[in-house]
């Protein structure tokens, strides 16, 4: 199983995203993807989307999925299943 930060633990006050993620054999498969909100400021949202990539240098315009748009501190999760994906080799946050 893996244990990857596709954004690291950060407090978060503009648009951003997370390092480039090498799935290597894990390429294809479904992960399940944890958020992690710790504290969040009144009338702020949080929007995070994971996408893909073939090469790390083309990234798709889309994300592969979307979190939907937290206002809240807890803990989210959301499957990401690349089976429908099987040239994405690199993921990365944002």
Known sequence: MLDLALIPEQAVEANGTGPE??????????????????????????DVSVF????????????????PQKFYAGEY?????LTGHPGVKHLRGG
């Open 21 to 46: 993620i090498d799935l290597g054999d894990a390429a294809g498969k479904k992960f399940l993807l944890i958020l992690r909100i710790t504290r969040i400021l009144e009338q702020q949202a949080l």
């Open 52 to 67: 893909g990539s073939e090469d790390k240098t083309t990234w798709g315009a889309k994300p592969i999925v979307a979190f």
């Open 77 to 81: 999760q959301i499957l990401l299943d």
